[in-house]
């Protein structure tokens, strides 16, 4: 992907205007979703953010998408000090199925943008992938944040089979399935006997791509 320095510089002055640590002074995400988000910034999509806290990444959003529906879930509305009239803010439990079941109800799914940027504990980001990439559109994205923490005992990673990595890991597997077993990487033509074998990863993902603490997946 084309590197726009240009489209960088102003999602990245953005951030550091309103504080978030996905700024160029901190995590320096701003670097990828400018790559990745350039294209369809002006387009009138639906995205989500896992995770509030003050509301820096609110302000973010707001000014970068701005003809985009945007919804926010936190566990709570205690911490937050920036109150959007624009942005739709949901109190649920990223951890909770029953309680992001009720949130997708609510906001209706079918999202283009799914980002979770929430408490980072393994069981979240499982949970919440989990239950909200089925909700994904076709031709959107899921993104995890801060894998690094797969490898931090103190939020449940490690080395062991049970991190957000060691997912990723197994969803490689997902994505290479087809190849795998017709000998063919495409999707186009399939047998239905094939077809009636694949879940919903081995069906509907199209890409993962890895950067630093940070992971795109990409829908069919």
Known sequence: MKFNDSGYRYMDDLALKFGTDKASNFHNY?????????????????FLEIGIYQGSSVKLWEEYFKNAELHFIDISMEGVKYHSKRSHYHIAHQEDPKELRQFIQQSGGNFDVIIDDGGHT?????????????????????IIEDLHTSYWPCLGGGNHSQTT??????L???LNYVGANTTRASHNDLSKSVTDTLDIYQKEIRSICFYDSLVFITKR
């Open 30 to 46: 701003t670097e990828i979703y400018s790559q990745h988000f350039e294209s369809i910034k002006d387009d009138p999509i639906k």
């Open 122 to 142: 393994m069981h979240q980001q499982t949970v919440s992938f989990l239950c909200l990439f089925p909700h994904v559109k076709s031709q959107g994205v899921y």
């Open 165 to 170: 990595i060691a997912l990723l890991k197994n």
């Open 172 to 174: 490689i597997d997902k």
